[in-house]
C-alpha cells in the first residue's frame, strides 16, 4: 500500500480569523469505519463549538490528537487508512506530516476580508472560490459574514462565493439608508453592481432569505436563482421576544438566553459567540440600526413583508431549508412557498446551515448546478 | 474594523474619536501637548509616555497644557464638567492625586448628591497606576482602594486595549466623575479593537476564562498575571475562572457569586496594598452572599502592606506574580 490511501484528518478551519482550536473529544473509537459525513470529533473555538463531520471515509487508525488539548488550524489530530496499511507507515506518514506554513496565518486572514464603497456606504465582504456560478451568501438581523464559517469554503469548492456583512450589521457601515425590506435589496443590488455580478444565485438566511427573495421581486434578471434558509417573508408570524430581546439585551447574562432561541443544541451558544455579538452590538450607530430595522421589518411583532405569492410569480428555481425545531420562525411556512422545492432538517434551530452544515451545503450545490 | 491595537493607541483613539464626535470634550493636563506653542509634531511629544501624541494637532487648542499645579487644573476640569464642558484631565500619576483630593472626594463626588440630582459632573480623570515601571514608591501605587471608596465617584481599570478604548469612551459620555486607570506596564499590551467608537458598560465584569475549579478576580496588570496561573494549573488538571472586574465602581459582584457558585473558590489578586484593598473587599462581600459555596477559605493575593521599593529585585518580589497566584490557588484545592 502507499501513502496514497492514507488520509488526514485535520483541524478545521471556521472563518477566516480562527488560528487554533480545542479538540473537545473523540466521538469514534480507534478501528472505526467512518463514512462521508459522520460526526468524527468535538471541536470548540473561542467563537463557537461543534462536531466535526468527516469530510473523507475509511477506517480511523489512529487518533494523534488528544482531547482536551488546543491545536493550531490544519494540525494533524487522526489518520483514516484502510487495514491493509501497516502501523509503521502509520507512523511514518504522522512523523513526516508537515503544518502548513500558512495555516491560520494573521496576514492571511486579514487580506480574506474585503471592503467596497457603495451607494450604501461600505460594505465588508469575504471571496471565495475561483470558477463556477457566482453564489451570494445574505445573513440574517443581527448577522454577519460569519454565519457561514461552515459553508462558505465547501461552497468554494464548486462555486464563486460572495458573502457580504448588510448595511448595520457586522463589519459595514452602520448607518442605514433605508431600512424597508426594498431598501436592504437595493444595497443588495448596489453590492452585486460594485462587484460587476451580473446575475447571482442568492442565498439567504432569515432576514437575508426575504432581502433575496425582494431582489428577485424588483430585478429578476439579475437572480439565478433563490435558496431561502430559514426564510422571514414567507408568513406572518415571527418570536417577538426573539427580536426585542436581541435589540435590548445590554449584557451578557441578558444576551444568552435569547440567543438560545437560535439552535436547537443549546451547548452551540458559546461565551465566545455572546461576547462577539456584545461587541457589535455596542458599536456607535448599530443599536439604532436594530431598531429601525425592527421597527420597519417586524413591527408589532409581526412580519411586515409578505412574499410568497410573488415568488410564486416567478419563474426563478427557489429552495427553501428549514429547521424542524427553529424557534425563531415557523417551519410551517415553508409550505407557503407554492413552487419552491422545500428541505425540512430535523433537529435543527434557526441557524441550521451552522447545525446541520455538510445537509444544508449539499442542498444548495445540487440546487445551483442543477 | 478591527485591527490589533496597543494600549496606550487605543487610549489615544477613543480621546482623538470622542474630541471628533463632540465639541465639548477637552483634554487637559501637564505637557499632555509636550511642546505647546509648537504648531508640529515634532515638539509635541503627547504626554510623559506619549499617549496623547498627535492630538493637538488635530483638535488645537482644546487640549491645554497645564501648569504643574495638580489642585489648579483638576479643580478647573471639575468646575468645567458643571458647566458644559467634558473635560478629560490626565492627572499623569494617580500617586499626585493627594494635592487635589479635596477638588476629587470632596468636591466632584458630592455635587449630584448635594444639589439634589440637578449637577451633572460628566470630568474624566485619567491616571497611571501600577508597580513594574523602575519609578520607585511614589509614581508606582496601586491606589485604587482609595478612589473606590469614595461614593460619587466611578472607577475603571482595564486590562487590554478593546476595554479601555470603549470604558473610556463609556467615561467620557458618563454624567459622572470617573478616575480612570491606566496601568503603565499594559500601555504597549495589544489586542483586537474595532476601528468605531464602541462603548463597554460599567458594571459589568468580564469572564476571560472558564473554569469549573477555581475563581480568580482580577484588574488591570493582575488579569494577565491569573491568566499565566490559570495556564499553568490547567496543565495539573485544575480549571481556573478569571473574572476580569473591569470597573470597582460600580462592581459586578453578581458576576463574581455566579462564578464561585460554580467552583466554589474564590481566590482575589489586587496590586493594591492588602489593607482596604480590593481583594479585601470582593473577599468579605463573597463570605457573606455565597458562604455556603465555598468549599475552603478564599485567599487574597496583594502587593505586601509596605511601599513600592525602588530596587529592581525587590521591586518585582513586591508585585503579585503568577507563582503567588498559583500558590493561592493549590491552598484553595488542599484536602
Known sequence: MSEDSITAVLMPKWGLSMREGVLVDWLVDEGA???????????????????????????LRRRVAAAGETYPVRALLGVLAPEAVSDDEIDAYIAAYELPADAGDDEDAASQYEFVDTAAGRLRYARRGDDGPALVLVHGFGGDLDNWLFNIDVLAQQARVFALDLPGHGQSSKQLGDPSLAGLAGELQAFLDALEIDRAH????????????RLACDAPGRVQSLALISAAGLGPEINADYIDGFVDAESRRELKPVLLNLFADSELVSRGMVDDLLKYKRIDGVHEALQQLAASLFADGRQQNLLAAQIA?????????????????????????AVARIEQIDGAGHMVQMEQASRVNALILEHVLG | MARNLSMKDAINEALDQEMARDPTVIVMGEDIVGGSGSPG?????????????????KHGDRLIDTPLSESAYIGAAIGASTCGLRPVAELMFLDFMGVCFDQIFNQAAKFRYMFGGKAETPVTIRAMVGAGFRAAAQHSQMLTPIVTHIP??????????????????????????VIFCEHKNLYAHESDVPEESYTVPFGEANIVREGADATIVAYGLMVHRAS????????????????????LSPIDIDSVVESVEN??????????????????????????????SLKAAPQLVTAPHTPVPFSPALEDLYIPSAEHIVDAVRKTMAP
Open chain 2, 228 to 247: 499565566e496561573a490559570a495556564e499553568a494549573l490547567a496543565k495539573e488538571g485544575i480549571q481556573c475562572e478569571i473574572v476580569d472586574l473591569r470597573t
Open chain 1, 202 to 213: 442568492l442565498v439567504g438566511h432569515s432576514m437575508g432569505a426575504a432581502v433575496a427573495a
Open chain 2, 263 to 292: 467552583t466554589g473558590r474564590l481566590i482575589c489578586v489586587d496590586e493594591a496594598n492588602p489593607r482596604c484593598s480590593i481583594a479585601a473587599d470582593v473577599t468579605a462581600t463573597l463570605s457573606q452572599e455565597a458562604f455556603g
Open chain 2, 152 to 177: 460619587g465617584l466611578k472607577v475603571v481599570c482595564p486590562s487590554n486595549a478593546y476595554d479601555a478604548k470603549g470604558l473610556l469612551i463609556q467615561s467620557i459620555r458618563d454624567n459622572d466623575p
Open chain 2, 41 to 57: 509634531e515634532d515638539d509635541a511629544w503627547g504626554g510623559v509616555l506619549g499617549v496623547t501624541k498627535g492630538l493637538y494637532a
Open chain 1, 313 to 337: 410569480e416567478l419563474s426563478i428555481p427557489t429552495l427553501v431549508i428549514w429547521g424542524t425545531e427553529d424557534r425563531v420562525i415557523p417551519p410551517a411556512h415553508a409550505q407557503n412557498a
Open chain 1, 33 to 59: 469505519e467512518i463514512g462521508v459525513g459522520d460526526e468524527i470529533m468535538e471541536v470548540e473555538t473561542d467563537k463557537i463549538a461543534s462536531a466535526v463531520e468527516a469530510a473523507d471515509a475509511g477506517i
